[in-house]
Nanobody
């Protein structure tokens, strides 16, 4: 079991920045990938970025060059630095940790944090 606690959302004007944090606890020894998803009103949850324990990263095309994911393995914490924010970045952002048992994937989610970008 993994517990995820997020912080750092809020309201910002277009062009501004926010930094999200997500701290993991529980079965942290089994964690490799940590990531962020978001869900805009009326839309499906979508992946934003993820990072492995070794530091390899992936980004959605819509956020490349604007968002930076990082992690502190000693603190079991993942961060999402969001710069040059756009109104279309508005949504609830969820921290995600996928764990695999064999070929079965179990997803753990944070409670979500609201990000609102005004135009």
């Amino acid at each position: 079991q993994v517990q995820l606690v997020e912080s750092g959302g809020g309201l910002v004007q277009a062009g501004g920045s926010l930094r999200l944090s997500c701290a993991a606890s529980g079965s942290i020894f089994s964690i490799n990938v940590m990531g962020w998803y978001r869900q805009a009103p009326g839309k499906q949850r979508e992946p934003v970025a993820d990072i492995t324990k070794g530091g390899s990263t992936n980004y959605a095309d819509s956020v490349k060059g604007r968002f930076t994911i990082s992690r502190d393995n000693a603190k079991n914490t993942v961060y999402l630095q969001m710069d040059s924010l756009k109104p279309e970045d508005t949504g609830v952002y969820y921290c995600n940790v996928p764990l695999w048992v064999g070929v079965t994937r179990d997803d753990y989610w944070g409670q979500g944090t609201q990000v609102t970008v005004s135009s």
